[in-house]
């Protein structure tokens, strides 16, 4: 039986989680993109403490991670939180994974009283749209994403 565990990252971890997130890319279609330096993730968690990085384990090896990062609702004056990522390996999905660092962010946000998770979904990515349906989550069609890039 393989042995899974769901933990903060930690001192050692972020050269994985990088080339996770470097796969995660490639997934989006952001090929040639550059991941953030291991080196810079590392001091942001472990330093800054912002942005929130958990990582999932299968017998001493990374296979996943959920990086995230606290918001507050002004209507309702509560923290809440955002998923900025989450990946599983290709060769590790369909284990329970997924769900498990998505309740590990969940957990952690009714554990601190947050009113709610949040996160966003590329369009056509339909196994992710289902995946987040039946955890219960809702898409939010009412509200359009902006950005600016700096």
């Known amino acids: 039986?393989?042995?899974?565990?769901?933990?903060?990252?930690?001192?050692?971890?972020?050269?994985?989680?990088?080339?996770?997130?470097?796969?995660?890319?490639?997934?989006?279609?952001?090929?040639?993109?550059?991941?953030?330096?291991?080196?810079?993730?590392?001091?942001?968690v472990l330093q800054n403490g912002h942005p929130s990085v958990a990582v999932a384990e299968e017998s001493g090896k990374l296979v996943g991670y959920v990086l995230y990062f606290p918001t507050y609702s002004s209507r309702y004056g509560r923290p809440c939180r955002y998923i900025e990522d989450v990946y599983v390996k290709a060769e590790c999905r369909g284990r329970g994974i997924g769900g498990a660092l998505m309740?590990?962010?969940?957990?952690?946000?009714?554990?601190?009283?947050?009113?709610?998770?949040?996160?966003?979904c590329l369009d056509g990515n339909e196994p992710a749209r289902r995946f987040y349906r039946?955890?219960?989550?809702?898409?939010?069609?009412?509200?359009t994403t902006f950005r600016l890039e700096l």
Do not use: H, K, N
């Open 1 to 44: 039986m393989v042995e899974r565990t769901i933990r903060p990252a930690r001192a050692g971890d972020f050269e994985a989680v990088v080339r996770m997130i470097a796969e995660l890319m490639t997934f989006q279609g952001l090929e040639g993109g550059t991941p953030v330096e291991a080196a810079v993730l590392e001091r942001d």
């Open 103 to 120: 309740r590990y962010v969940i957990d952690e946000a009714v554990s601190q009283g947050c009113l709610r998770v949040e996160w966003s």
């Open 134 to 143: 039946a955890l219960g989550a809702e898409p939010q069609d009412e509200w």
